[in-house]
């Protein structure tokens, strides 16, 4: 089947160290890969996506590259902000006909102190 | 930018009543959907639709119901509300492209049953 897993939270860090956030996937077909963020009080925004193997997707200083050998999708930053504090959601979807329906992770939380 | 827009932010119903959640998207997309969003879960699908008038079950439909009697508008409705449904609801939509496109969401709609 198709399935995303990603790493456990809550993930605390101080302010300027470095993020990653694992993620890796199952999937029937060829996927597209996506990392979304969910800020408080707030719905999901794409934060990233790359659509076929060693496609790095970056967007604010985060990045992550599509590996298909390890199929994974790893989430980085090298020095995180108090205002990247937020939920990320890992996230495939297949290439195919008619909707392009989603399969997302648990999430996790992230909080970044000062 | 794409703007999707759910009716409300927060609210409160009581149990066996009939609840109406809409959510209108902007961009023309043909792809739309429900979530529902809890703690530990992740996101789910509820429902999605590909075009006026079509609709395709999700994950977890059991309860709910939808319509799409225009492009732009999806509503969800809950037949008879239960306290198992309060969450957050989460509407999204998508452009038809064979699954490289990603999901566009609005803000939610956190629902209560009393």
């Known amino acids: 089947g198709n399935s995303v897993t990603q790493m456990e939270g809550p993930v605390t860090l101080s302010e300027e160290a470095f993020l990653t956030i694992n993620c890796t996937y199952t999937?029937?077909?060829?996927?597209?890969l996506f990392w979304y963020v969910q800020y408080p009080g707030e719905g999901l925004q794409l934060l990233l996506k790359?659509?076929?193997?060693?496609d790095k997707g970056s967007n604010k200083g985060f990045e992550a590259t599509y590996r298909k050998e390890t199929t994974s999708f790893h989430l980085e930053k090298g020095s995180v902000q108090v205002s990247d504090s937020a939920v990320y959601f890992c996230a495939l979807t297949l290439i195919q006909t008619g909707a392009n329906n989603l399969f997302f992770g648990t999430g996790t939380r992230l909080t970044v102190i000062p | 930018d794409v703007k999707v827009t759910q009716s409300s932010r927060y609210l409160v119903k009581r149990t066996g009543e009939k609840v109406f959640l809409e959510c209108v998207q902007d961009?023309?997309?043909?792809?739309m959907f429900w979530y529902r969003q809890d703690p530990g879960l992740g996101l789910r699908l509820i429902y999605f639709?590909?075009?006026?008038?079509?609709?395709e079950k999700g994950d977890i439909p059991e309860g709910y119901s939808v319509s799409r009697e225009k492009k732009e508008r999806f509503s969800l409705i809950l037949e008879s509300a239960s306290t198992n449904q309060t969450s957050m609801y989460l509407c999204?939509?998508?452009?038809?492209?064979?699954?490289?496109?990603?999901?566009?969401f609005g803000d939610g709609t956190r629902l209560s049953i009393l």
């Open positions: 961009m023309d997309h043909e792809n």
């Open positions: 999204a939509s998508s452009l038809s492209s064979g699954g490289r496109q990603p999901q566009h």
């Open positions: 790359a659509t076929k193997a060693d």
């Open positions: 999937a029937t077909g060829y996927p597209s």
């Open positions: 639709s590909y075009d006026v008038k079509m609709k």
